[in-house]
């Protein structure tokens, strides 16, 4: 019994640590905000930017993630009307 | 002459082979199957598989996990006694190949998804959860702590962590963590869905989400910095993850060491990985592994990932709740990291309700989130255990 | 002052060379002279002759052969008294490297065409009657019984093998059987032209040899594994070289973990090349080198691959007889390994006689069943007499 | 004396264990063709096959064995009347 | 329950943190900002500042300076006590990561400059005068005779070298010695010109040198050997550095192991770069780096680059003087190595003058002479002191 | 004092040597010229030779260093009157 008892205050513990650790790092990065980011660049050089992250973002694993990523890249700027995209495989 | 020959004979493997090596060779063969046919997380589980027959072959000498079994390394026993697999073990046990690997993941990890939304972060803690439920669960059958907190930590689905927290509190079970660790990883795609519908309504799931803000290569470059410092002062015992993946992160994003990281993310991982699954695979002898822990094992790492993606889901449905709509609960199955398979498996479930949802990139945050979280979780669990 | 420049010029290499240590010196630029002009296997022979004229430039502490004379590794004392080449020494006395390279070798290799004519297994067999043909002939020159087996495994044609036995049975014979087994692989087109035509008639040499069967990749991915079970089991000592070669080709054929195949057969292989070259090159000081012993192994080692060829032609000449004709006997030269050239001569050799016989493919057979062969000799040699 | 007989101990194992390990895998792979190999294959796909696996094999050397396996893959096709072969270097 | 949760944090670092290492992590934090917004020397700086952070970021067990502190290293201590950091700090400790570096940096030197103009390794020669007058002065403010020999290396502008030499004879001065060298030699492009402009005349500066003669593949390839041979016969104790070196440029200039030397003028020199980079920046713990003695190597070390610089150019000035004007004094400046920095300020600074006048080539021959002069130099006071 | 003594015999020898080895190297490569080195080369030939070595010489570090190098190749170049330069990045 006394091993279970030692569990939970390691389970409580635990979780608190990580969500202590999660959420000031949160806060963290929404001071980030603050301090880096401004509002005023133009909704298109986002766009390029997000299809920038994605494409970082995937670098790391193989080939099935990279489609996914291309024809979600694809799908939104189609949505945005903007048209010819030239793709070419990432490295 | 013919004494000889029978001696010889004597010294074979086919004489002296146990009924339960002979299952080891059939497990590994099995491995192979799920490593080679069934494409399972191949990296690693080919090394570990590989190194599970090799270690199972008898009277070889690559390993003698006896050498180990003392609370500390012998250098000079092991040196003197040791085989191929025993020196190349080292790295294991010292715990130097896991945190290398670190670097490398650190170094192909774009932490600009959980930049730009850091309340992933909160999705992220909320699934290492299932590290702490299988943790009791393994208490209640008959673990010791610490053999509960190297099985819990498969729930942190990331297997360099899980490596590393086994081999420090219950090196005997290095091997089945491991392979649960890869294999559940590999079949998060099957493991996750069912979950995620079953816990959320149609409308939760169809919710499209607000496009990521840009974020700056300032930002990018403090975070690791940031992070390593805040972490690993309330942890220190997180450093060796922590400090290594951030180490990676840092010299990525700094963008002026680029054949540094360009080597890291080839090279280096690749012989690390190669050194670590073998070794790790060789660890699991027939006696440890056909035992009834390792089915114990086997069930509870289904349970941690089970229930990190309860965790997950009812969290973002909370986050779906406060932010009054603007979340979609799916991303929180991301936070068991399985980096980037759980990602994508939420882009698959989230375009089921609506092909022009596209949650990549929404799910990356929590994804990433949680390998931070779960390197936590082991910092605390050693700290705490170890 | 003058006392200590006088001190000084008394520590210098020039005060304290000996006759040996000059004649090391120039059989070290000879080497070189092999390696850069005559191209003799230079990316092991170039890192062997530094090595060798490293250790024997007096005074510099890199190198302490004594260090490695007991029976056991003392790794205190080579920690606290050993130099920069002891310590990379390590991998090969400690048996590390040669099956790190062999890793390489089977991620380079591929057994289709012995897969495609298993009878090639047969003649990379017959070859390996070299190596005990010189086991024998060493004994009569008086060497023991340990040193007679790292002597004759110069006749398996295969460096990391020759390596991993002498470093094993007899490390102070280590730096000449290295050189002699290099330099001859490198000789193999000048030592097997004439005994293949000496023994062969011009209507052998002139068989073509029916197209190989394709192979498919299931039997590619089965082989590596079928191999290491088998091999192993019979010859457990056999499990570091025969362990390692499988798991390169496993990774190679299994087309699912490309990334570390190509890590594999360049940085990894590559950086272990040149430790192994540099510190095998380092054991052989004056004291050792300029001996009998090294004439008595040069001499044996050409013995060696002579009589592994001749062994391997009159093998293919039986086959050639069994068959009807249908097989060209001088692909049993390819039997001694020494991969690819052995092959490649024999392409050479055929084509002579008739410029339209394409040999190659059938060679290659012989040619990686000859490195199987030499495996499971050394790691026969290793469990009688290690 | 005896060093000697010791010796021809050895060399009778050596080559018998050498031998006999060889002999069986020879017997393995024969149940592999058995088991996995189909005759009913085209013959030029076999051709193609045989043109992959000499540029595998070769994959390990340097240009050397590259000419000589290529000239053998040509003179092969030239043989069967195949042409226009478009050589480019194997990487 | 509560007393755990206070336990847990009584084990934190926040609640354990000094205000020496409150300041080290500043300093971590301004070592970041020089390698990645001023791009100081960032290959080596950001590993370094990486190090200096976890190292002292509290209770993380990563690195434990003390295990190191005795005279020999104990191995088995280290084994069983050490942490991730430590043990990776044995190829520092032991004298490893260095020279293979330096094998690197050899695969990457043409020394075609230096045989076309032999004058140039007096130029070399001269520069080293900045290592010996630093080391004068670091007697002066009071360090020991091994550690005034660690500082003065700094002036040898070569980092390798200067940790190779400073882990041997003073490892307590480790951190702040490299952390000198590093931002000197990114640093030279400031610290040089005025000191060039100062010494020389107009005219003198305006000097057109005549073409370099070319250099035969023959004399590229003797020139590794013959140094080799020549250097460590004088200087036993300079073997692993100029051994090292000439071994990288053999493999280099003899064009017949150009995969090895791809393998190392990449995966190998990096992988060890970061290793070294980031076990040299944890030895700086707060206690040793927060003193008197950094300060006095900071000064130290700007006076080596600067007295390095007077030398060489004064020395320059003599070649004009006795060429009849036909040597450019300013590429004496280029003596002190940092390769190939100082030869390109040399190059800018010659333009300056007359936009027409091309130094750089006649700047590298005593550039590459400079390597070679302190690893002489290194060799010498390791030899004298250690 | 006894230590600043022995500092100055340190660097007594220490300079010694070093402009000893480095003095004898010159010697020797002195004497490669006169054994290895023939004038009869044309210029021309001479010219692209400087070039590769420039090229090789610069492999070892970043793009500035290229630069200063190109446009110092370049300079010699059209000072010689020689044209059409066609420059590609060096891998
Ligand atoms: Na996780
Ligand atoms: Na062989
Ligand atoms: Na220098």
């Given at each position: 019994m006394n091993i279970l008892i030692n569990g939970l205050q390691v389970t409580v513990i635990g979780i608190g640590v990580v969500f202590l650790v999660l959420f000031v790092l949160s806060l963290i990065l929404e001071l980030f905000k603050v301090l880096f980011?401004?509002?005023?660049?133009l909704k298109i050089k986002e766009n390029i930017n997000v299809d920038q992250q994605i494409k970082t973002s995937v670098s790391?694993?193989?080939?099935v993630q990279e489609v996914a990523a291309i024809s979600a890249v694809m799908a939104t700027l189609i949505k945005d009307d903007e048209c010819i995209v030239n793709i070419r495989r990432v490295k | 002459m013919l004494e000889n020959i029978y001696k010889f004979a004597a010294e074979t493997g086919f004489a002296n082979i146990t009924f339960k090596e002979g299952i080891m060779i059939l497990v590994a063969c099995f491995l192979f199957y799920l490593a080679?046919?069934?494409?399972?997380?191949?990296?690693?589980l080919l090394p570990i598989s590989f190194g599970l027959l090799l270690a199972n072959l008898?009277?070889?000498?690559?390993?003698?996990n006896e050498l180990f079994a003392?609370?500390?390394?012998?250098i000079i026993e092991i040196v003197q006694k040791g085989g191929l697999l025993d020196f190349l073990y080292l790295g294991v046990k010292l715990g130097i190949y896991p945190p290398l690997i670190f670097i490398g993941v650190g170094a192909m990890t774009d932490f600009g998804p959980l930049i730009a939304n850091p309340k992933s972060l909160l999705l992220g803690a909320a699934s290492q959860f299932g590290i702490y439920f299988t943790f009791i669960g393994a208490l209640f059958l008959g673990f010791t702590l610490k053999e509960a907190g190297a099985t819990g930590i498969?729930?942190?689905?990331d297997g360099p962590t899980a490596i590393f927290l086994a081999s420090k509190l219950a090196p005997h079970l290095l091997g089945p963590i491991a392979v649960a660790a890869y294999s559940y990883m590999a079949l998060v795609p099957i493991i996750q869905p069912p979950i995620m519908k079953a816990l959320t309504t149609k409308e939760e799931r169809t919710v499209k989400m607000e496009q990521l803000r840009s974020v700056s290569k300032l930002e990018k470059i403090l975070f690791p910095i940031v992070v390593s410092i805040f972490v690993i002062l309330l942890i220190p015992a997180s450093a060796a993850l922590i400090g290594s993946l951030m180490l990676g992160n840092l010299m990525r994003e700094s963008g002026v060491v680029d054949r540094l990281v360009n080597t890291i993310q080839n090279s280096l991982t690749n012989i690390v990985t190669i050194l670590l699954g073998l070794t790790v695979g060789a660890t699991a002898n027939a006696e440890s592994f056909l035992s009834l822990s390792t089915i114990k094992i086997i069930v509870l790492g289904l349970l941690a990932f089970a229930v990190g993606t309860v965790a997950g889901v009812l969290f973002g449905k909370l986050m779906y709740k406060l932010s009054g709509g603007k979340?979609?609960?799916?991303?929180?199955?991301?936070?068991?990291?399985?980096v980037p398979m759980a990602a994508r498996v939420v882009q698959k479930v989230g375009r089921e309700e609506n092909?022009?949802?596209?949650?990549l990139m929404h799910a990356m945050g929590p994804n990433v989130a949680g390998v931070i979280g779960s390197a936590v979780a082991a910092g605390t669990l050693l700290s705490l255990l170890g």
């Open positions: 980011y401004k509002e005023e660049k790391q694993k193989s080939q | 080679i046919k069934k494409k399972y997380e191949p990296l690693l008898p009277l070889t000498g690559l390993m003698h003392k609370g500390q390394v012998d498969i729930g942190g689905a979340v979609n609960p799916l991303i929180g199955a991301a936070g068991v990291s399985a092909p022009n949802n596209f949650l």
